[in-house]
């Protein structure tokens, strides 16, 4: 239970008929995914807000009610191991509809994220994920070329097992209204210059997974300049539907092979998902420790069905 000063910080909103808490003061409470970007820009944390001008919001129902689309992240850092894994293992956890992405005859990427969201019109939180890359569900056979391109120009789909997060309102506006597996616990992340560590709680407080490893040389880059995008499949309602995240790359670095990377694997939901998918090793470490992001609200997508 919340103490009376605790109570005294956070407000309640209604989320399609949920009721979450938000912090009193904070940019979900003023301003309902409604920002205004100049007062933005001058939070000391927000580098510039150039990259939102050029995204106009749109009004949407949603299931969690009518909502304001995209979602702007101004001030993210981010870390993802890539592994190879066996697609036999992959299509065990993947939807009859969705194919996995293969880099060679019968190996497929999976990867375990870390996500920190230090101001964002939800407010900050923090947010972990077990994924699969797939291909496109609207393409046909997919060329080696193809494939080096996307993984190149990070323009990459995917289907999420595991995606817990920080806050309520993370939990309910992923889950109810974006169709993701999310759920609340205890989850640290910390990205700094010099080192990467995340901790994700399981149901009892002890380590789902947790990261630890030095945090590979980062590169500036001018807003705009490296843009890259993610499609998230996702049933809603019984509907599939994909999602788009946009990432403005600020500062970035990769590190090849698992070198120096401490991955703990637990007890928990992510810790069982990522077994299931019996990753073999680690190819590369890529950690943004300066970042934006827009996340728009899923559209309904046309995913045929493959033989697995």
Same mark, same amino acid.
């Given at each position: ?190 990205? *700094? ?6 901790? $994700?709680?399981? %149901?009892?407080?002890?380590? =789902? +997974?947790?990261?630890? #490893? &030095? ?41 090849? *092979? ?6 703990? $694997?637990?007890? %928990?939901?992510?810790?069982? =998902? +990522?077994?299931?998918? #019996? &990753? ?29």
């Amino acid at each position: 239970m919340p103490s009376p000063q605790q109570d005294k910080d956070v407000v309640t909103v209604d989320l399609g008929g949920r009721e979450v808490t938000v912090p009193k003061g904070g940019l979900y409470d003023r301003y309902r995914m409604d920002p205004d970007l100049d007062a933005i820009a001058r939070d000391p944390r927000v580098s510039g807000v150039d990259f939102f001008r050029q995204l106009p919001k749109t009004r949407v129902d949603s299931p969690i009610g009518p909502t304001l689309t995209p979602n702007f992240y101004y001030a993210i850092s981010t870390a993802r191991l890539t592994m190879l894994a066996p697609t036999r293992a992959i299509r065990t956890r993947l939807p009859g509809e969705l194919a996995p992405l293969e880099v060679a005859p019968g190996l497929g990427l999976v990867s375990v994220m870390f996500f920190r969201y230090d101001v964002c019109d939800i407010d900050f939180y923090t947010e972990a994920a077990v994924g699969i890359a797939v291909k496109p569900a609207r393409h046909g056979r997919l060329g080696f070329f193809d494939l080096v391109s996307g993984l190149k120009n990070e323009h990459l789909h995917s289907y999420v097992l595991s995606l817990p997060v920080s806050t309520e309102i993370a939990q309910v506006r992923g889950h109810d209204g974006y169709g993701f597996p999310k759920w609340v616990t205890g989850l640290d992340v910390s990205i *700094g210059r010099d080192r990467t560590t995340a901790r $994700v709680a399981d %149901g009892t407080g002890g380590v =789902d +997974l947790a990261l630890s #490893a &030095p945090t590979p040389k980062q590169t500036p880059h001018p807003s705009g300049r490296r843009v890259g995008s993610l499609t998230s499949y996702t049933s809603l309602n019984g509907a599939w539907h994909s999602t788009l995240s946009q990432t403005n790359v600020l500062n970035a670095g990769t590190a090849r *092979g698992g070198s120096g990377v401490d991955l703990q $694997v637990g007890e %928990g939901r992510m810790a069982d =998902d +990522l077994r299931s998918l #019996a &990753p073999k090793r680690t190819i590369r470490f890529d950690v943004m420790t300066e970042g934006q992001l827009a996340l728009h609200m899923p559209v309904p997508a046309s995913v045929p069905r493959h033989d697995k």
